[in-house]
């Protein structure tokens, strides 16, 4: 029974985090959609060109809140597929505040940190490059107003409708948040850390897919997890940083709330894990350490 409470207190103060972060990303995207008209629409598709670099910048702050902006505006075409997994790659969940309380040499935490950022810029970079998504989202247009719709908010009205819309797809997306976070958090305390730890370490090779795969469970604990076991000398820099890297917090459960496109959404979750698969295998081919 404790530990039911502790994960029902748990689950229910990392969402309260998110609804600032939720709230703010919807008032401001229906702002633009309602007020500003073309010419912000061409300021923001100006602004795709840096999207990977501000995002990979912004994802390195230690609040998963980022990654579910991220996913928010992704959901609304305001920004492009590299500046979201830039986002996701850099997003340091609970890496920073456990390298932290175990007083971990700043330089090391700074150069993490650093990496996980230039790997967000170039990967974003080159996806947007290969698959030429800041045309292909100038084409389409914002679709902020397809939220709307699929909700059923009423955003269509002007002034107070606006506020009104932000706190009903925020409550929405809260809720759904909640639920899946209470579940997962209650699955990971069943299963237990040290079956998590067995099952990346079984094999040198495979452990960086077993990191890959674990980092994407949408929830603090799989980075608590990783980073433990990296401190505790379980995980080598190579699968370490594969699961960090794909450690998105919850960014990967608003996608899927808000973007209503799966073939989308399971397009965005294979690049993510196969990135972060691909750079931890190279850091393990060439003994890249910290």
Same mark, same amino acid.
């Given at each position: 029974? +404790?530990?039911?409470?502790?994960?029902?207190?748990?689950?229910?103060?990392?969402?309260?985090?998110?609804?600032? =972060?939720?709230?703010?990303? /919807?008032?401001?995207?229906?702002?633009?959609?309602?007020?500003?008209?073309?010419?912000?629409?061409?300021?923001?598709?100006?602004?795709?060109?840096?999207?990977?670099?501000?995002?990979?910048?912004?994802?390195?702050?230690?609040?998963?809140?980022?990654?579910?902006?991220?996913?928010?505006? /992704?959901?609304?075409?305001?920004?492009?597929?590299?500046?979201?997994?830039?986002?996701?790659?850099?997003?340091?969940?609970?890496?920073?505040?456990?390298?932290?309380?175990?007083?971990? +040499?700043?330089?090391?935490?700074?150069?993490?940190?650093?990496?996980?950022?230039?790997?967000?810029?170039?990967?974003?970079?080159?996806?947007?490059? $290969?698959?030429?998504?800041?045309?292909?989202?100038?084409?389409?247009?914002?679709?902020?107003?397809?939220?709307?719709?699929?909700?059923?908010?009423?955003? +269509?009205?002007?002034?107070?409708?606006?506020?009104?819309?932000?706190?009903?797809?925020?409550?929405?997306?809260?809720?759904?948040?909640?639920?899946?976070?209470?579940?997962?958090?209650?699955? $990971?305390?069943?299963?237990?850390?040290?079956?998590?730890?067995?099952?990346?370490?079984?094999?040198?090779?495979?452990?960086?897919?077993?990191?890959?795969?674990?980092?994407? $469970?949408?929830?603090?604990?799989?980075?608590?997890?990783?980073?433990?076991? /990296?401190?505790?000398?379980?995980?080598?820099?190579?699968?370490?940083?594969?699961?960090?890297?794909?450690?998105?917090?919850?960014?990967?459960?608003?996608?899927?709330?808000?973007?209503?496109?799966?073939?989308?959404?399971?397009?965005?979750?294979?690049?993510?894990? =196969? $990135?972060?698969?691909?750079?931890?295998?190279? =850091?393990?081919?060439?003994?890249?350490?910290?």
């Amino acid at each position: 029974m +404790d530990i039911f409470l502790d994960i029902l207190q748990d689950s229910v103060l990392d969402t309260l985090k998110l609804i600032p =972060f939720l709230f703010l990303t /919807y008032l401001a995207m229906e702002a633009l959609e309602h007020k500003a008209g073309n010419r912000s629409r061409a300021a923001v598709e100006r602004a795709g060109h840096a999207g990977p670099a501000v995002g990979a910048l912004l994802g390195t702050l230690p609040q998963c809140g980022f990654s579910a902006a991220a996913s928010t505006l /992704y959901a609304g075409r305001v920004v492009t597929i590299g500046t979201l997994l830039a986002v996701f790659l850099s997003t340091s969940d609970e890496m920073l505040p456990i390298f932290i309380a175990e007083q971990v +040499d700043p330089v090391l935490i700074l150069q993490i940190v650093a990496m996980k950022a230039a790997i967000g810029m170039i990967m974003g970079f080159a996806i947007d490059g $290969i698959l030429h998504a800041r045309r292909h989202a100038a084409d389409e247009g914002m679709r902020i107003h397809d939220l709307c719709e699929q909700d059923h908010c009423g955003c +269509d009205e002007e002034g107070e409708g606006v506020f009104k819309s932000a706190l009903h797809h925020t409550l929405q997306v809260t809720l759904f948040i909640f639920l899946i976070t209470f579940a997962l958090a209650a699955l $990971i305390a069943v299963v237990g850390e040290d079956a998590l730890g067995a099952f990346i370490s079984a094999n040198p090779t495979l452990s960086v897919f077993a990191s890959a795969l674990v980092g994407l $469970i949408p929830n603090c604990g799989a980075s608590v997890v990783l980073t433990e076991l /990296y401190l505790d000398g379980a995980l080598g820099f190579g699968e370490m940083m594969a699961g960090l890297l794909v450690s998105a917090g919850i960014g990967l459960l608003v996608l899927l709330r808000t973007n209503r496109h799966a073939k989308q959404n399971a397009i965005i979750v294979v690049l993510l894990f =196969f $990135i972060g698969a691909a750079w931890g295998l190279f =850091f393990q081919a060439f003994g890249f350490s910290l």
